[in-house]
């Protein structure tokens, strides 16, 4: 699972297939046992096409200042809406956004497993491949918190001395830190709608938390947050089969009561993979991203 921006790479040649085997009866038990994955958990979708190859044939719309979505692996591969969203969002918002010219990866699975020189290596292609934009200060923004937290977290403590490091680090920023330092804050249409809103652990830890609160306090939106901790996913750690009851434990004791009771019109807000898999497989609601949520009603 440290290796899935390998795995996911080679899948989305493939995506049919692989969703296939992965949930085909027999197979998939035995793709799951292979891979330490717990027999409960379904196996993300890969989706067809990526977001890199959907924004290949994209027709660009901003004509105004230049950004850089990040394409973390899981909007990438799995999740695409959220990246399509988020890039039609800030485009509506005047801004021309572009992604990193080659497939990158932060490196966060690498390291969570152990594999801090991999992860190194992998970030050393990020700073030489985004050299030019690092050095022009063109903003980037990021659509997962764990990835988003490793380029203010994690890279400037690999690179303590590498001023390209320093430089990425600072001009990185969650859509909402983004969206409100520049003072946009997008108004739904749907007024009156309620929605249970879960903050990923990365977000609590090393983003701007406030920065979505008081975007989220701007909208005509009920929001209630959902203090209650981890969603007990917490990356792979959910999807191990030592741990799929550990993580079960975490949720029922947190989050997903209330989620459970709320009613069928009540928005479930997550912006973290691992928090999204957590609440749709365990509860069959269906989550949006800051992103999908502006994108489609403002």
């Not at 440290?2 to 899948?11: L, V």
């Not at 969206?179 to 652990?201: I, N, T, W, Y």
């Amino acid at each position: 699972m440290g290796q899935i921006h390998r795995w996911a790479e080679i899948a989305s040649h493939v995506p049919g297939l692989t969703n296939f085997a992965l949930r085909a009866p027999g197979v998939s038990g035995i793709a799951k046992s292979i891979g330490g994955i717990a027999q409960q958990r379904r196996i993300p979708r890969f989706a067809s096409p990526t977001f890199r190859q959907w924004h290949a044939r994209h027709a660009k719309r901003g004509a105004g200042e230049r950004v850089i979505l990040w394409p973390d692996t899981f909007n990438n591969y799995f999740r695409v809406d959220t990246a399509v969203a988020a890039t039609r969002l800030l485009e509506r918002l005047g801004f021309r956004v572009d992604i990193p010219s080659r497939a990158l990866c932060c490196g966060r699975p690498l390291y969570d497993w152990g594999w801090i020189e991999q992860a190194k290596a992998l970030w050393r292609k990020t700073l030489n491949s985004l050299r030019a934009d690092i050095e022009a200060g063109v903003p980037l923004i990021g659509l997962e918190p764990a990835c988003t937290s490793a380029f203010r977290d994690e890279l400037p403590a690999l690179f303590p001395n590498d001023p390209l490091a320093r430089a990425l680090s600072k001009q990185t920023r969650f859509l909402s830190e983004f969206l409100m330092d520049r003072g946009l804050e997008p108004r739904l249409s749907a007024r009156g709608s309620k929605a249970l809103v879960q903050f990923h652990c990365h977000h609590h830890a090393v983003l701007d938390e406030d920065a979505e609160r008081k975007l989220l306090d701007g909208l005509s939106l009920k929001c209630d947050v959902l203090n209650t901790g981890c969603c007990g996913m917490a990356g792979s750690f959910g999807f191990e089969a030592e741990k799929y009851q550990l993580s079960l434990t975490i949720a029922e004791k947190g989050m997903l009561p209330k989620i459970r009771v709320a009613s069928r019109d009540t928005l479930v807000l997550a912006n973290g993979f691992s928090c999204r898999e957590q609440i749709e497989q365990t509860t069959g609601r269906k989550t949006l991203h800051l992103a999908q949520l502006l994108q489609a009603q403002s």
